[in-house]
């Protein structure tokens, strides 16, 4: 069955036209990955662990199923990569922190489980920064992933790794998480498509928590057509997370959308994301975005989001708070003895020298923030205010929602930046998602798509992502619209 159509450059839906059609095995598929994470992953540092074995076996028990002419779903033989704070079990999950370097998933997440269902292959973990904080991977304790189309500059964060894993076709697609743009600016920076689903939509079940009010699990892909198929497998109630929905998608409109219905959609342009800090190529590409939109027929408004301002600092106080309660559990006894045996008096002691030694950086920054917001007589002063500006967040989305179908805004105010030209300032790595941000607040579902396929970019240019945010449960809307884009 040799072939000589260079299998890494397939998408998902092309890949599972091929299998069928029995053009190429899906080991060979797999295969062909692995040959090139060889050749490019100690570069780009986007996985942590690969599982070749597993891998090649998930391929085989496929091409056997392809040969007995049995039904086999979207994604059967689909080699995909998978953020190392998502579980598997049995292979390491390490969040990309010294304090779980020795853990082994005991247990599948619930998205995992779905695509074991759909007989998905899973190449390897990737890198992310420590427990998902931060937005260009350098928090990651395992070293930066590069950006593939630069590798001076980062690939963008949390969910770094995954993205640069698909943008450099060492994986057909990946899985992210995204709190507060995790996958949605990565994927702006590499050129890939990324979704935030509605909160709600995806399991959390088995996905190491950050901020447990805003995580979801989404798709990066190389087309929208793909996020669609990936989405719709992943997507679902699942009774071991409390905060997953039992909401019906309709599967076709999401699959296969009525585009004479997607055309008829009006598109808000909010004010308040246009500002003028923005670097000028990511204001003129979204602009050529918008023209490529209207010319297809659409109809945009411009409306006005004001508390669009406070996001960024609500934010900020929410997210460590959680993140303080979420990481008490990590004291470097359960899930794994840290890596380096530590001396200690007694066990206070080694709860301090573990943690002091396998937390970084950003995550003892938001652990000492979370504690202070959360701490009786600051409580009210900050994270329950906090919470009330978010609450004004979500019902100004929600109002704009009654004059507009969807909204289009850039992803960042910025394209990729050189590596550690943001390490030592938190503070402007934070604002790297201050457009990402706000959506996530109000549970609405999210996009980044590519302003240009990478096959048009100049040999010096960078990715720049549109961002399309829709109504809760309406992805179908975000992805038609995409569609049509990209077609
Ligand atoms: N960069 C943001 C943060 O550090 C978002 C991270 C994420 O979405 N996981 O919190």
Redesign the pocket.
Known sequence: MMTKEPLHNLTLASFHEGLLAKRFSALEMTQAHFDRIEAHNPEINAYLSVARNEAERQAEAVDVAVARDEAVGPLAGAPLAIKDCILVKGLPATAASKILEEYVASYDAGVIGRLKDEQAVFLGKTNL?EF????STENSAFGPTKNPRDLTRVAG???GGSVAAVAAHLAVAALG???????R?PSSFCGTVGMSPTYGAVSRSGVIA??SS??QVGPITKTVEDAAVLFNAIRGHDPLDATSAATAYDERELLSPDFKKTKQLVIGLPKEYFTDGMEPEVRLEVAKSVERLKALGFSFKEISLPHTKYALSV??II?PAEVSSNLARFDGIRYAAPAKAVHADNLTDLYFKNRGAGFGA?AKRRIILGTFVLSSGYYDAYYEKAQRVRALIRREFEDAFKGVDVMLTPVAPMRAFKIGARADDPLS??L??VL??PA?LGGFPAISIPTKPAAELAPDELPVGFQLIGRKWREADILGIGRLYEK
């Open positions: 920064d998902a904080m931060g937005g964060g949390s969910s998480t995204d709190t507060g743009g995790s996958i600016l950050m901020a805003l995580d934010y900020y997210v950003e790595m934070y790297a998602d990402a941000i996530k």
